[in-house]
């Protein structure tokens, strides 16, 4: 079966100022009409009736197109439809008249997306539940109208084996705007769930690719060869591509992702005190190799500049002992104390 594919189609606004005044103007002329209906009933003509019903009638039903007045802000969208059938959307801030019988669709909504997360209704309770704090508060009428503007979307940090099959936890903030009403509204069953599963989805997909640090063997570009590719080194770069990750799906959806970035990226917690030894090992051990490479490179130079100037002949036992003390010196973690040879060198 062959997927159908809705398309945005611009609803060509009409004011609804002018329809607002008529409306008004038919229902005081109604409510005029009646009563003079009901004086020439009083007075037995054959008139009064027919004017008591027909004004009466649009007393009654005068209050339907009402319905088709609509207000849009700055940004904002109404995604309408006729008996079921999409008839288009209506864009621009103002004050407009549509068809009294079209409804606005809008199956997100109830749901919010921001630096709180996910919020979902709670339809016994009436409240507004939010997830991942477990926060709950009044709900809200949901307003039909689709927000244009861009907003962020801060989900909880999920939990990712990396490359090298460390837990490590990652946080993203993504922007994001709709760009194609229709698409959003009825080809996906609710917008905002469904790019917050996709950037669940996105964010393991390549943060699996990356070691949390660089380590060797691994490659991260996929054109087989080996990288210095990582999640704390390359940020910008994993960001780029989850955003490319997410923006595959989300074109099903007329969602545009203006921006992905990494917020929040650490060891999980039960491997986050061995990974700092681990760090704090690999530093000391950096910092040895330099001093040992520092160290030798003073005790060569010592070496030569007493040979060079001739102030002093070793025999092979003084200089290796020579070597060694001033290694120790060099070397060792607390201040040397030397011990002065009153005797002869010979």
Sequence with gaps: MEERIMNEKIQQPRSGMGYL??????????IALFFIGLRQTYQDSVLGPILMIVSGIWLL?????????KILRPQEALVLTLFGNYTGTLKGDGFFFVHPFSSAVNPAAGTRLGQSGDVEVDKKRKNVLE????????AEKPDK???????????????VNDALGNPVEVGVAVIWRVVDTARAVFNVDNYKEYLSLQCDAAVRDIVKIYPYDIAPNVDTTGDGMFDDGSLRGSTSIVAERIRQEIQVKADLAGIEILEARITYLAYATEIASVMLQRQ????????????VDGAVSMVEMALTKLSENNIVELDPDRKAA????LLVILCGNRDAQPI???GSLN
């Design 131 to 138: 997830l991942g704090t477990g926060t709950i508060h009044p």
């Design 340 to 342: 002065v040879n009153s």
């Design 145 to 159: 109208r689709i927000s244009l503007k861009v907003m962020t979307l801060n989900n909880t940090r999920q939990k």
């Design 61 to 69: 039903i005068g209050f339907v197109p009402f319905f088709g007045l």
């Design 322 to 325: 020579m070597v060694s003390n």
């Design 21 to 30: 005044i008529l409306f008004i103007s038919l229902y005081l002329l109604a």
């Design 280 to 291: 704090q090992a690999s530093a000391i051990i950096d910092a040895r190799t330099m001093i």
